[in-house]
């Protein structure tokens, strides 16, 4: 990438060739000059309004033009955009906005129909954007909530931050980690962007399929991603097997993302292998994938899958597999992670001394990367983890995750993963409730093979005192339809540990 932020390389690829398209939802196609005018129209606002540069903008994001384009928007007037759950009841939306205490919020004209919402905005006097998704053009309004300008210029600033992004909650409330736009660059420095034979820029040909949720940073990577190197995006709003292998189909897509439990989605459908055939790779992220699925997605469509580690905090990936190392090493290094990407450095230290530890032995990964904010300083992660003598990550657990019952630590994933081997068990999640006698013990909740019958907690425990070490074996278990997932369908450990509260 040049010296222009990727702000203004976004504005810049809007002029190439305005009347094509960008992005595309269900079947209809915005184009550039759509973007152009929300990038332009959100600023003319923020000017009137007195929005000062680094103010938090609240945006309720969700996978369809109109917001992906106020998301970007936000970004290229060098405003801070903190995205806010779309999944959520306008009661939990009103508590994100509280604990944002932002001046700005931008939503659909739909979801400001919330009576929850308005009253919000009216006690607070934010300044509202609402989004026509009728219109793709003029269709940016502002909302009588906000008084005069004085009442907004009391936001409260980020200088420097692009996005303030949430946590993925996997383990309880969200918290909302800052994305600096010079660390952004850093990490979209290596984008190719599109240039003809005389030099020029120009529109990428096939689009980018967006699978994940605008609001988790594997959304926010690919859309960024794609509209900096002048590439369209299709948007699926919610994942679908079927409208996800018609798009993949449609548009021949080569590569594409998809998290754990989309491909066992994909896995348990009738899906016939011809209809991805375009696919050259899949990527995968947010949570551990296991090796048995990943396998058979090989096999039965053969498409590899190139699974990556990352999180919030470190703005992305920072290890993962690559077609070269797939092709180098085939199955022999299944399991893991993959090797860290350029300008990441990875070691392992012992949880206690904080001691380097040598190749093959588990403990605390840290990182040290140039798009994060401490770039010079290594970061401890909450994973174990080990890496072997070619530089492969290996993950076994996270750290504070570990449960102690009584003195013997236990490591939640294994317990799941014992579990995951009955017949009918489709997926378990295990997390710690309190004991007064043991300090802490573990419990399960277990999601059945479909058509499954005669499985009960009782069942389920007498299995488990057959096949794991007693220490592990859950104390209850709660059998339900489908496991609690957050907005990027990781198992949600706080609303699985509710389930017990009872």
């Given at each position: 990438m040049s010296e222009l932020t990727f702000g203004q390389i976004m504005r810049r690829n809007c002029e190439i060739d305005a009347q094509a398209g960008a992005m595309e939802f269900q079947g209809q196609w915005y184009d550039w000059a759509f973007l152009a005018e929300t990038i332009d129209g959100l600023a003319g606002i923020f000017q009137a309004f007195h929005v000062p540069e680094g103010a938090e903008i609240a945006v309720v994001c969700r996978n369809r033009p109109h917001q992906v384009a106020a998301f970007c928007a936000v970004i290229c007037s060098d405003r801070c955009v903190a995205p806010v759950n779309p999944f959520a009841s306008a009661e939990k939306i009103v508590a994100d906005l509280r604990d944002l205490d932002a001046a700005v919020l931008i939503a659909s004209a739909t979801e400001w129909e919330s009576p929850v919402l308005q009253a919000y905005a009216e006690k607070n006097k934010i300044l509202g954007i609402s989004l026509d998704e009728t219109r793709s053009t003029e269709h940016l309004a502002t909302l009588p909530y906000c008084k005069s300008v004085d009442e907004v210029t009391s936001a409260r600033l980020n200088p420097g931050v692009a996005v303030l992004i949430q946590s993925s909650g996997t383990t309880g409330k969200p918290k909302r980690i800052p994305m600096y736009a010079a660390k952004l660059s850093a990490a979209y420095s290596n984008i190719p962007v599109g240039m003809t034979s005389d030099g020029g820029a120009k529109i990428k040909g096939k689009p980018a399929l967006i699978t994940q949720p605008l609001v988790h940073i594997g959304g926010l990577f690919w859309v960024v991603h794609s509209l900096l190197e002048a590439r369209p995006i299709s948007l699926l709003d919610k994942f679908n097997v079927e409208h996800w292998a018609q798009a993949v189909e449609q548009y021949q897509i080569r590569v594409c993302s998809l998290v754990p439990a989309m491909i066992n989605m994909v896995l348990e459908s009738d899906l016939p292998a011809d209809k991805i055939s375009s696919l050259i790779c899949v990527r995968s992220g947010t949570a551990p994938l296991s090796v048995e699925a990943q396998q058979a997605f090989e096999q039965r469509f053969g498409v590899p899958i190139l699974p990556t580690y990352g999180a919030t905090?470190?703005?992305?990936?920072?290890?993962?597999?690559?077609?070269?190392?797939?092709?180098?090493?085939?199955?022999?290094?299944?399991?893991?992670?993959?090797?860290?990407?350029?300008?990441?450095?990875?070691?392992?230290?012992?949880?206690?001394?904080?001691?380097?530890?040598?190749?093959?032995?588990?403990?605390?990964?840290?990182?040290?990367?140039?798009?994060?904010?401490?770039?010079?300083?290594?970061?401890?992660?909450?994973?174990?983890?080990?890496?072997?003598?070619?530089?492969?990550?290996?993950?076994?657990?996270?750290?504070?995750?570990?449960?102690?019952?009584?003195?013997?630590?236990?490591?939640?994933?294994?317990?799941?993963?014992?579990l995951e081997r009955h017949a009918q068990v489709k997926?378990?999640?295990?997390?710690?409730?309190?004991?007064?006698?043991?300090?802490?013990?573990?419990?399960?909740?277990?999601?059945?093979?479909?058509?499954?019958?005669?499985?009960?907690?009782?069942?389920?425990?007498?299995?488990?005192?057959?096949?794991?070490?007693?220490?592990?074996?859950?104390?209850?278990?709660?059998?339900?339809?489908?496991?609690?997932?957050?907005?990027?369908?990781?198992?949600s450990q706080g609303d699985v540990r509710r389930l017990f509260e009872n």
């Open positions: 905090e470190f703005s992305g990936a920072v290890c993962g597999w690559t077609l070269e190392s797939k092709n180098e090493f085939g199955d022999q290094k299944a399991g893991s992670v993959g090797r860290a990407y350029e300008g990441v450095d990875l070691r392992i230290v012992d949880q206690e001394s904080g001691q380097v530890l040598a190749e093959g032995e588990t403990g605390i990964l840290q990182v040290r990367s140039v798009q994060m904010a401490e770039e010079h300083e290594w970061v401890s992660t909450t994973d174990l983890a080990s890496i072997d003598a070619d530089g492969f990550v290996w993950l076994s657990g996270r750290a504070d995750a570990a449960i102690n019952r009584g003195g013997f630590k236990i490591i939640p994933t294994e317990v799941a993963a014992i997926e378990a999640s295990v997390v710690a409730v309190n004991d007064a006698r043991l300090g802490q013990v573990p419990v399960a909740a277990v999601e059945l093979v479909e058509g499954t019958k005669g499985v009960s907690e009782e069942s389920l425990k007498s299995w488990s005192k057959e096949n794991m070490t007693s220490y592990f074996v859950p104390v209850r278990f709660a059998i339900v339809d489908a496991l609690p997932r957050t907005p990027s369908m990781k198992v």
